[in-house]
C-alpha cells in the first residue's frame, strides 16, 4: 500500500464520545501533519510532528488530541467535541518539514 | 488582511475556454508558492510549484508577482475535468516560519 491513508473516511460522534482518527503514511517521510477544514475555509493547520516529535501546537482545543508514535503513525484522539468541530481532518506528510505535502483522503466528522 | 486571499468564484466556463485567476499574500518575504487542487470531497493535491519567472506544465500556466504580492494560475483549452477547488498555498507567510499557508480555494465548474 502506498500513499497516505486516513480510517476512517466517515464518522458520526455524540459530543460525549472519545474516538480516534488514523493515519500511516507509506512513503517514508519524515514530517506529519493534521489539517482541518471546515466548509468555504481555508485549511486549518493543527499539528506538526517531525521525526515523532510535536513541533507545532497551533492553539487546538485540548479537546484534540495528537499522538505519533512513531514517523508512519498519527492519531488523533477526540473526546466532547462540540457541533462546530464538524469537519474534513486532513493528515498529510512530507519528507522535509513543509515540503511536498502528500494528503489522505480526510475523515469528514459529523458531531451531534 | 487575510494571509492568503482568493477569489472564491465560482468560475463558470465553456469547455475549451480559457480561464484564469489570483491569489494574494499579505507577506513580501514570503518563499515559495504553489497551486494545489481539490476535488469535491476529495484531498488536496499538489498541481504545481510556481516560479520566480513563471511556468508552464500543459495546459496550465502560473505566474509570480512580487511586486503587487500576488500569483495567478490560467488554465487553457477547459476540460470537463479541470472543475476543482483551486488552492492557493503560500510558504513563509509569517516571517521566520516556514509553514504552508491555505487560501480557501477558488472553484471552476467547466460545462458541456
Known amino acids: 500500500e502506498t500513499g497516505v491513508t486516513q480510517t476512517p473516511r466517515h464518522l458520526v460522534m455524540g459530543m460525549t464520545n472519545k474516538k480516534s482518527l488514523k493515519c500511516e503514511q507509506h512513503?517514508?517521510?519524515?514530517?506529519m501533519y493534521w489539517y482541518k477544514q471546515s466548509a468555504k475555509k481555508p485549511l486549518e493547520l493543527m499539528f506538526v510532528?517531525?521525526?515523532?516529535?510535536?513541533?507545532e501546537n497551533n492553539s487546538v482545543p485540548s479537546r484534540f488530541s495528537p499522538e505519533c508514535p512513531n514517523s508512519s503513525h498519527l492519531f488523533l484522539h477526540l473526546h466532547t467535541l462540540q457541533p462546530e468541530d464538524s469537519a474534513l481532518y486532513l493528515c498529510a506528510s512530507s519528507q522535509a518539514v513543509n515540503y511536498g505535502y502528500t494528503f489522505g483522503s480526510g475523515t469528514r466528522l459529523t458531531v451531534v | 488582511r487575510k494571509e492568503v486571499e482568493q477569489d472564491p468564484g465560482p468560475f463558470n466556463v465553456p469547455e475549451g475556454a480559457t480561464v484564469a485567476f489570483n491569489c494574494t499574500y499579505s507577506n513580501s518575504a514570503s518563499q515559495s508558492f504553489f497551486w494545489y487542487r481539490q476535488d469535491c470531497r476529495k484531498e488536496p493535491k499538489l498541481l504545481m510549484s510556481?516560479?520566480?519567472s513563471g511556468n508552464e506544465d500543459g495546459r496550465f500556466t502560473a505566474q509570480l508577482n512580487r511586486a503587487s504580492q500576488y500569483i495567478s494560475l490560467l488554465i487553457r483549452d477547459s476540460k470537463l475535468s479541470d472543475s476543482a477547488t483551486y488552492l492557493c498555498?503560500?510558504?513563509?507567510?509569517?516571517?521566520?516560519?516556514?509553514?504552508?499557508?491555505f487560501g480557501a480555494g477558488t472553484t471552476v465548474t467547466v460545462r458541456a
Open positions: 498555498v503560500v510558504k513563509g507567510i509569517r516571517s521566520n516560519d516556514y509553514k504552508l499557508s
Open positions: 510556481v516560479y520566480s
Open positions: 512513503l517514508g517521510h519524515n514530517a
Open positions: 510532528y517531525n521525526f515523532k516529535e510535536q513541533t
